[in-house]
C-alpha cells in the first residue's frame, strides 16, 4: 500500500462520521500524488500527517434570547486549521447545516486557498447551526453578541481573524465586532474582516468574492482562446458571492440568464436586471421568487432544476455539492464549456472527475474564489496600517492577485503533467507554500 492510500485510509477511519472532510481531503490526496514523487521531506517530515488534523477545534454554547423572551442555545464552532503560514484566517457560517464535518472542510480547504493568495494568513473557519431566516434583527445582534462573547478568548489580530461566509454578512459583524470592542475595551479592527466602511472595513471586500471569481474566469478563458463577450452565465445562489458575480459577468459582456436561492430559480433569457436583483436580495432580504412578480419576462420555478437550463459558463455560488455527477452530466451535454465555483466545493469529487474527462474548463473553488479571503488580507494591512486605500487601489490589486493565483495554478498544472488541470494544480500550488513552512518548523 502507497504512503497516500494509508494515510487515507487512516484519515477515513478517525474520521468516519465527517463526509465532507473526507472529500475535501481525499481530492487533495489525490492531487498530490505526483508531488510525492519528486519530494521526499514531504513524507520525511509527515507534512501530510500533520496537514490532515486541525491544530485546535473549538465548540461552545451559545444560549441567546428571542423576541419572546424564550432561552435557545445553538452550537458555536471555531476549527483553527493550520498557522503555518500566518494567523487562523476564513469566515463564519451561520446555517442550520453547520456542523463539524462542514466547518472540517470549509477549514482544511481554506489553508490552501489563503496559502494561493500569496499573503501572510493560515486556514480556519467557524460558525454555527443558528438559522439567521426569519429572525429579527434584535435576535440576529443577541445571538451574535452571546456568539462573540466566547468566541473573542480564542481570536485576536496575531492569532485567529474570522470574517463572514453564508448568513454572516456586513450586519452580522458589525454586531460581533461590537461586542469584542467591548470585552476588549480596545478599538483592533484587524481581529475582524468584512467590517462596515464606518469602521475599519475596506472598499471593494463587499464585492471581491464575486468580482474576483469573475477575473480568475476571464484569466482561463482567455488562456484556453475564449472570451466572456456574449456568453450564457448561471449562477447559483444570491448572496453576496452570486450578486458580485453577476455583476462583473455583465462587466465582461456575458449575460447571466438565471440566479437561485435555497427554494427555486429565476430565467430571463433577456439578462438579470443586477440592481434589481441587488435591493431585492441585499437590501430587503426578499426571497428570490419575488423578482418575477417585478420583472415580466422573469420567469420563478420552485425546487432544483437550475443547471438544467442551457448555459456556457455556470458559476455555483451557493453550497457544496451543488453539482452532482448527473448534473454535470447535463451541463456538459448542453455544450457547457466551463464551470466557475464560487461556493466552496460546490463540486462533487464523480462531477469533478466527468466534468475534466469532457473538457470542461474548471475554475477551482480554492483559486476562483480566493479573492474573498485576499481582500480580507488587504483590510487588515490598511488596518494595522491605520490607512484607507481607494477603490480603485484595492480592486487593482485584487485583480493582479487573481491574475498570480491563476499563473501559479496553472504552472504548478504543467509542472506536473497535468495541464489544464486547475484543481490539481491549485491544490499543489497553495501546498507547496505551507509544506515548505512546516518543515521549516520541523515538528510543529
Ligand atoms: P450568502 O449567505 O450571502 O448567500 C448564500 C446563498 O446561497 C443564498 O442565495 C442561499 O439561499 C444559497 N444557499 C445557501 N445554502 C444553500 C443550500 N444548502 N442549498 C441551496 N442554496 C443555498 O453567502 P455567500 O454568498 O457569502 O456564500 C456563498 C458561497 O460562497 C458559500 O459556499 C461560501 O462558503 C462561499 N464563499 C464565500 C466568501 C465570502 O466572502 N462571502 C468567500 C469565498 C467563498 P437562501 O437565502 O435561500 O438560503
Ligand atoms: O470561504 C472564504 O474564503 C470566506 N468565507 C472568506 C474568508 C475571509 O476571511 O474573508
Redesign the pocket.
Known amino acids: 500500500m502507497s504512503y497516500l492510500e494509508e494515510l487515507a485510509g487512516k484519515v477515513k477511519a478517525k474520521n468516519s462520521n465527517e463526509p465532507e472532510f473526507l472529500q475535501a481531503v481525499e481530492e487533495v490526496l489525490e492531487s498530490l500524488v505526483p508531488v510525492l514523487e519528486k519530494n521526499h521531506d514531504i513524507i520525511k517530515y509527515k507534512v501530510l500527517d500533520r496537514l490532515v488534523e486541525p491544530e485546535r477545534q473549538i465548540m461552545f454554547r451559545v444560549p441567546w434570547i428571542d423576541e419572546k423572551g424564550d432561552i435557545n442555545v445553538n452550537r458555536g464552532y471555531r476549527v483553527q486549521f493550520n498557522s503555518a503560514i500566518g494567523p487562523y ?3 463564519l ?1 451561520f446555517h442550520p447545516t453547520v456542523n463539524l464535518s462542514i466547518m472540517k472542510f ?1 477549514g482544511f480547504e ?1 489553508t490552501f ?1 489563503n496559502s494561493l493568495t500569496g499573503l501572510p494568513i493560515g486556514g480556519g ?1 467557524g460558525g454555527s447551526d443558528f438559522d439567521p431566516k426569519g429572525k429579527t434583527d434584535l435576535e440576529v445582534m443577541n445571538f451574535c453578541i452571546s456568539f462573540m462573547t466566547e468566541l473573542q478568548r480564542h481570536i485576536g489580530h496575531y492569532v485567529d ?5 453564508i448568513g454572516v454578512g456586513a450586519r452580522e459583524i458589525g454586531y460581533l465586532y461590537g461586542q469584542y470592542k467591548r470585552i476588549l475595551n480596545s478599538f483592533e479592527p484587524d481581529v475582524l ?2 467590517k462596515g466602511l464606518t469602521y475599519g472595513g475596506s472598499l471593494v471586500r463587499k464585492e471581491a ?1 464575486g468580482y474576483g471569481i469573475l477575473y480568475f474566469i476571464n484569466e482561463m478563458m482567455n488562456h484556453h482562446g475564449h472570451s466572456l463577450e456574449n456568453k450564457k452565465v448561471v449562477i447559483s445562489g444570491s448572496g453576496n458571492v452570486a450578486l458580485y458575480a453577476c455583476k462583473k459577468a455583465q462587466e465582461f459582456g456575458a449575460k447571466v440568464i438565471a440566479m437561485s436561492d435555497s427554494t427555486g430559480f429565476i430565467v430571463d433569457e433577456n439578462g438579470i436586471d443586477f440592481e434589481k436583483m441587488r435591493l431585492l436580495k441585499e437590501v430587503q432580504r426578499k426571497r428570490i421568487s419575488e423578482y418575477a412578480d417585478m420583472i415580466p419576462t422573469a420567469v420563478y420555478t420552485e425546487g432544483r432544476g437550475l443547471w438544467n437550463i442551457k448555459c456556457d459558463i455556470a458559476i455555483p455560488c451557493a453550497s457544496q455539492n451543488d453539482i452532482d455527477v448527473h448534473e454535470a452530466q447535463v451541463l456538459i451535454d448542453n455544450g457547457c464549456i466551463a464551470v466557475g465555483e464560487g461556493a ?1 466545493m460546490p463540486t462533487t469529487n464523480e462531477a469533478v472527475k466527468l466534468l475534466l474527462d469532457n473538457n470542461i474548463l474548471i475554475a477551482p473553488a480554492k483559486a476562483a ?2 479573492g ?2 485576499a ?2 488580507a488587504l483590510e487588515m494591512a490598511q488596518n494595522s496600517a491605520r490607512m484607507s486605500w481607494s477603490f480603485e487601489q484595492v480592486d487593482n490589486t485584487l485583480k493582479d492577485i487573481m491574475k498570480n493565483i491563476f499563473k501559479n495554478s496553472k504552472n504548478a498544472a504543467e509542472e506536473f503533467n497535468s495541464p489544464g488541470n486547475y484543481i490539481k494544480g491549485a491544490n499543489i500550488a497553495g501546498f507547496m507554500k505551507v509544506a515548505d513552512a512546516m518543515i521549516s518548523y520541523g515538528m510543529n
Open positions: 484566517k476564513g469566515g457560517r470549509l481554506q486557498k473557519k481573524v474570522p470574517a463572514g461566509d474582516t468584512g468574492t466552496n474564489n480566493a474573498g479571503v481582500t480580507s
